[in-house]
């Protein structure tokens, strides 16, 4: 390995005086020392025209907030199933618990992530392999995707949020989420330790794992009355129904379960037209894999304008909501901020090179809600976007997003299996390229 040369005196003083060389360096030093890089960075006529119009809308009602905790992709799926359940029910204003379904996705999780290590332990993995390590450090986060929220409603429905509300540990996880963690790391210990208890340790665990759940937020219902009364005044009552027959009675017409995940993976080396699977990365043992279309971002762009246009749904999509964000105005655009004048510097990856080189993933679910076409009927200008960060920014929680952010920072959105063409329901049935566990394109929302 080559000597790594550390820096001299000489480097740093030639450095100081060609800093000092510039005015603008000082200038600028004096701006974000007192301002803050965005403040300066801010691009003040491309925030000032990115308009809140849309020419095409759908109304989903306030916005939810998802507090402190990774929950976004639980958030928007449920977003999306909100619309059609009020649609359903005749209802101006109604929220399912998101507890409810994380709940059962931490409980599916800590089984399928122990079964999945209890596999590798027998095979003989080294504890010091990639694959065990990124495993251990990547368990019992919040995140997650569109495939397996639906493996969460597909098997356990869902319920209003009134009768399974949040509690303490569902809107701030952190501590939660530890304790979990703990949980399943002193039970792979003792797996590697112990390979004959294995079985034995796995079901103790789980049981562990329902029992700090549990405390944690609350005893979820196995069945409960339903009675609302509509937004016309009438009154309606079910009387007792369980959680899975609520979904398929207020959701089930959506087909949301059909429902597959089209993605832009920029990289050259995995064509499009091909589906693309991730190793380990699931939540319910015996649920739909983890598998998404590679598609064109046009695609993509398409397939969500017509659902919004002809459906009159919300769609699902993950982005890195990150790059280029106005939070408190809530607005994305690719030339929001100019950081690269203020330190003349040229960040001028595109978005192929972001994704290989570890500057962008999907972090963060949202859904659309809206977009503005020109009169061509064909150009799409702008998007309006459903978060879960509240009603307090942006306008009242909702988001504008400009037709060429959503080329470079969105990577994924779910859509009816329905509308593909031929040639790409062709390819759903064909086996995935796998991808490893650690890949970009396993990144939860």
């Known amino acids: 390995m080559a000597q790594i040369q550390p820096l001299d005196a000489a480097q740093l003083d030639s450095m100081r005086e060609a800093f000092d060389a510039d005015k603008s360096n000082r200038m600028a030093m004096n701006a974000v020392t007192a301002a803050g890089i965005d403040k300066v960075a801010r691009n003040y006529d491309r925030a000032r025209l990115l308009q809140r119009r849309f020419s095409i809308l759908v109304d989903d009602g306030e916005a939810t907030h998802q507090d402190r905790s990774g929950r976004c992709w639980l958030f928007s799926s449920l977003n999306v199933a909100r619309f059609v359940a009020k649609r359903n029910m005749n209802l101006t204003e109604f929220e399912f618990s998101q507890n409810y379904a994380m709940y059962f996705d931490k409980l599916e999780r800590i089984n399928y992530f122990l079964q999945d290590i209890a596999a590798l332990v027998r095979e003989g993995e080294s504890i010091d392999s990639r694959l065990f390590q990124h495993m251990l450090h990547d368990v019992m986060g919040d995140g997650g995707q569109w495939t397996m929220a639906l493996n969460i409603y597909k098997k356990y429905g869902a319920v209003p949020k009134s009768l399974y509300p949040e509690t303490e540990s569902s809107k701030n996880t952190g501590e939660m989420n530890t304790q979990l963690r703990r949980l399943l790391h002193t039970a792979v210990a003792h797996m590697v330790a112990e390979p004959a208890r294995i079985d034995e340790i796995v079901n103790e665990t789980v049981q562990a794992g329902h029992r700090m759940l549990t405390i944690h937020l609350g005893e979820p219902p196995v069945e409960f009355d339903w009675e609302w009364t509509d937004k016309d005044g009438k009154f309606h009552r079910d009387g007792t129904i369980t959680p899975q027959e609520f979904w398929k009675k207020y959701v089930g017409d959506a087909n949301l379960e059909e429902y597959v995940c089209l993605v832009d993976d920029p990289r050259e080396e995995h064509p499009k037209g091909k589906k693309i699977g991730i190793e380990h990365l699931n939540n319910v043992a015996g649920g739909d894999p983890t598998e998404y279309l590679n598609v064109p971002v046009q695609f993509m762009k398409d397939c969500v304008r017509t659902i919004l246009d002809e459906q009159g749904i919300p769609v699902w999509f993950g982005a890195d909501c990150h790059p280029m964000m106005d939070r408190e105005d809530g607005a994305w655009a690719v030339d929001l901020f100019e950081y690269g004048k203020v330190y003349d510097v040229d960040f001028d990856m595109d978005k192929e090179q972001r994704v290989r080189f570890a500057d962008s993933a999907m972090n ?51 859509v009816p299996k329905a509308m593909l063409p031929e040639e790409y329901l062709k390819a759903l049935d064909e086996a995935p390229i796998m991808l490893p566990a650690w890949d970009p394109m396993g990144a939860l929302a």
Request: a negative charge; hydrophobic letters at 35%; glycine letters at 8%.
């Open 364 to 414: 963060h679910a949202m859904a659309f809600v809206g977009v503005d076409v020109e009169d061509d009927g064909k150009t799409t200008r702008r998007w309006r976007v459903e978060n879960s960060w509240g009603t307090k920014i942006a306008d009242k929680g909702y988001f504008t997003m400009s037709d060429q952010w959503f080329s470079q920072y969105v990577y994924e959105v779910a």
